[in-house]
């Protein structure tokens, strides 16, 4: 059976990498490729691949919307995350997005080919770097997108909003939106217990 594989990744010599590379296998096809979240979702809407490989970090939308958008709009549609992110935190949001794999952007071309082929025969899939810790009572890490994430980790390394909003790119005010949200999703109230929290999920070291 063909596997027709679908690409969204926004490093454009990653893309035409992965592509190439799974060109050369017998058993799978590259129905397309795109850069941004919102031409992958056209691109899944077009061609109705079997399997999407789907970068959890996009410039438009977060690959976390991305994924649970594609298999709202296909349910069949089978999706491996692919990331340098290997924090639970990340991991736990794209699997409960939809995903069925999810491979480490430092893995082999080797995992990549055993993840499309698990999803495929309806396995699930994790790159052997990647170890899960499942969230405690009232942790909800899979609730947080990726820009929530980030400024989580920014938060428990101690950082103030104006720093933040510097090294984002973002307002002081959309940080202290951002960080109302993560403490509301997580039900948590203090920096001290959000850098607890961070510490858990692997979010930052400091």
Known sequence: MTIRVAIVEDQRIVLELLAALLAREPDIVVVGQATTGRKGLELVQRTHPDVLLLDVSLPDIEGITVARLA???DPQLRIVALSVHDAPAFVEGMMQAGA???VHK??????LREAIRAVMRGERYLSPV???????PGETAGALG??????????????RSADIA?????SPATVDVHRRNIMRKLDLHTIAELTRF???????SL
């Open 166 to 170: 510097r090294k984002l790119g973002i």
């Open 71 to 73: 298999r709202q709009r």
């Open 146 to 159: 990726k820009r929530e994430l980030e400024v989580l980790a920014l938060l428990a390394e101690g950082k």
């Open 198 to 204: 961070a510490l858990r999920h692997g979010l930052t």
């Open 130 to 136: 990647i170890g899960v810790r499942t969230a405690g």
């Open 106 to 111: 430092s893995a082999t071309v080797g995992n």
């Open 100 to 102: 069925q794999g999810y």
